[in-house]
């Protein structure tokens, strides 16, 4: 598939990123995009990859800052961090366009946030609705094989455009069930492939039934609870984004996947979705 590459040169700035840690990340994420435009960061919380007093960024969230407030207070990792405020609220049910008041953006950033969309063509249509063409969405996710998602199959594109035409606004009973009875307890230890132990003897944050009554409890209430509603590899977010692409469902090519990166974990990859038309 034709629609899947890696950039053939580095980027002019790279000699400029760090060896490693936290402002490696950020600056690797950076040296694939035109950071000199104004840029789009989604759902930045206590720790937003590009800088707004370095760079024009416009942050948006879909809790406003009052909450995300109270979540950080509740967040060790947000201890001592200084909290941006976002922008602009993304509202459920009201297009980003219109919360962010027609601007357009030359690039967007999401760090570990699509794999709790419920929708995620639906959400990156809107995201590529605001960004001019030419431009690029820095998409991080974790790695299936390295997290907690470990036991799950990765999702599929029948199951993207699914969603697409469903437009679940909270994830679904289905993706509920799916994380809830096959994830696990995982305090970021490395995985191998071929060693892990059966599913049946994995320490399990939620059993059966507890997975069951959270389901219907969604349903009942369509209450919105945070779970991965899709899991991914480097391999699976190129074959699904390229069959998108083939399919006329989403203008965009995959720069990418990228791992191993500076400051990278071994459970995320990077990728990047240049808008073509």
Same mark, same amino acid.
């Given at each position: ?11 002019? *700035? ?5 060896? @490693? !840690? ?16 104004? !840029?789009?960061?989604?759902?930045? =919380? /206590? ?6 007093? &370095? ?13 995300? $407030? ?6 060790? !990792? ?28 030359? +690039?967007?950033?999401? @760090? ?15 995201? $590529? ?20 998602? =470990? ?6 594109? !029948?199951?993207?455009?699914? %969603? ?17 009875? &096959?994830?696990? /307890? ?12 059966? =599913? ?9 039934? *507890?997975?069951?009554? +959270?389901?219907?409890?969604? %349903?009942?209430?369509?209450? +919105? ?23 006329? $469902? ?15 974990? *071994?459970?995320?990859?990077?990728? =990047? ?5």
């Amino acid at each position: 598939m034709s629609t899947a590459v890696a950039p053939t040169a580095a980027p002019a *700035d790279a000699a400029a990123v760090p060896l @490693s !840690g936290p402002e490696g990340r950020k600056a690797f994420v950076k040296s694939h995009l035109p950071i000199s435009g104004r !840029g789009l960061e989604i759902a930045p =919380y /206590f720790n937003p990859l590009v800088d707004r007093a &370095q760079h024009d960024v416009f942050y948006v969230d879909c809790i406003d800052n009052d909450e995300i $407030l109270r979540k950080a207070a509740d967040n060790p !990792g947000a201890t001592g961090r200084t909290i941006p405020r976002v922008d602009a609220v993304w509202v459920p049910g009201k297009r980003l366009a219109a919360c962010v008041k027609g601007r357009k953006f030359s +690039y967007a950033v999401a @760090s570990h946030v699509l794999e709790h969309v419920p929708n995620p063509l639906g959400w990156l249509e809107e995201i $590529l609705e605001c960004v001019e063409v030419g431009g690029r969405v820095a998409i991080l996710l974790p790695t299936r094989t390295q997290t907690m998602d =470990y036991y799950r199959t990765t999702t599929t594109f !029948g199951q993207i455009v699914g %969603w697409s035409i469903e437009k679940p606004a909270v994830p679904t009973p289905t993706q509920v069930m799916d994380f809830l009875s &096959q994830s696990f /307890f995982h305090q970021g230890e490395r995985l191998v492939e071929g060693q892990m132990p059966p =599913y049946t003897e994995a320490r399990r944050h939620y059993s059966d039934s *507890d997975a069951v009554g +959270y389901a219907n409890f969604v %349903w009942k209430t369509k209450h +919105y609870l945070d779970v991965h509603c899709s899991v991914w590899t480097p391999e699976s977010f190129t074959e699904v984004f390229g069959r998108l692409h083939d399919a006329g $469902l989403l203008p965009c090519r995959v720069i990418g996947p990228f791992t191993g990166f500076p400051g990278a974990t *071994d459970a995320e990859f990077l990728a =990047y979705l240049e808008k073509v038309a």
